[in-house]
């Protein structure tokens, strides 16, 4: 009977110093009042009375939302700002025994690193500057903190947000720049239209004058043609005739073909060389068919009597 008491005794004293700790956590267990180890994942025994867990510690990485904070900038312009801390805490023991509070001492810091960065900036260059900010604030609060046992490995501008007399003014500034934009583009537009429409009309103009020109050059090539065909066959008939042997009055018949077409013209004078006139005058079918040669004189005009004026001529 004692046996069992004692061993239930025993059981109800050890089983509650048996921890099992969980992964990316770790336990600091001091040994009557004074650091002895830090428990990683695992399982892990506790001695009775003489040794105690005073902190569960996470790995993970954990964010700080900090609330607006009121910041001055260089130029007097005084805007609420608030951050976003991401870190991790890669030491233990620094981590509870480094500071008191090490959350609220890390917000503490950044407020103040944030007042001191903004404050030699002015208001543009804060509101350009997100990038910067956040580099100098990492930096800063990263080596701070090494001795917290904190990795302090991004921080954040959540929001700027300035006074509204200024947002005002920045918002008519922003639709200034805007419609001075939109000005700049129409114009640049009309100014390309322009240059467009000009263009097509210096085109067509030299597409009208090559088409003119080819016209031109195409009726000169056309006529040359037509010409250079009518003298080929011109040549070719009096090749042909000579090649004939014609005798002379064929040759004398063409001559008189070409005295036809000449008087049909509409030259008020044609020049006959003396032998044609003489040949054409020995040719009676020829001279009653144009009436050239007629040498027949033609009868004089009978004189009309003259009346007497019995008045005047007694």
């Known amino acids: 009977m004692i046996f069992f008491i004692v061993t239930v005794l025993l059981l109800a004293i050890l089983i509650p110093n048996i921890r099992v700790v969980p992964q990316t956590t770790q336990y600091i267990i001091e040994f009557l009042g004074k650091y002895k180890t830090t428990w990683d994942a695992g399982l892990h025994f506790k001695i009775p009375f003489f040794e105690k867990i005073v902190k569960k510690i996470t790995l993970k990485e954990q964010v700080i939302d900090s609330p607006p904070q009121p910041v001055i900038t260089k130029d007097n312009v005084t805007m609420q700002i608030d951050t976003v801390v991401f870190f991790r805490i890669f030491d233990a023991k620094m981590y509870t025994y480094g500071v008191v509070n090490p959350i609220n001492a890390l ?99 030299i597409l009208e004058a090559e088409g003119e020109r080819d016209a031109r050059i195409a009726r000169a090539e056309g006529e040359a043609k037509a010409i250079y065909l009518a003298k080929k066959a011109e040549a070719d008939g009096l090749k042909a005739l000579k090649e004939a042997a014609a005798d002379t009055s064929v040759l004398e018949l063409k001559k008189y073909e070409a005295l036809v077409e000449m008087s049909k013209g509409q030259a008020a004078k044609i020049i006959i060389p003396t032998d044609v006139v003489n040949t054409v005058t020995q040719s009676t079918v020829f001279s009653e068919t144009v009436g050239i040669g007629n040498v027949t004189p033609q009868g004089k005009t009978a004189t009309p009597p003259v009346k007497t004026d019995p008045c005047c001529n007694k």
């Open 107 to 205: 917000e503490n810091l950044t407020a103040t690193t944030l007042r001191n960065i903004v404050g030699e900036l002015e208001l543009d260059g804060t509101l350009t500057s997100r990038d910067t900010i956040n580099g100098k604030m990492t930096a800063i609060l990263d080596d701070a903190t090494d001795q917290w046992g904190i990795k302090v490995t991004r921080v954040e501008l959540k929001n700027i947000i300035p006074p509204a007399e200024i947002q005002s003014a920045m918002e008519k500034q922003m639709k200034a720049e805007r419609d001075r934009r939109e000005t700049l583009l129409q114009a640049e537009g009309h100014k390309a239209a322009a240059i467009t429409r000009a263009e097509g009309d210096k085109q067509a103009m």
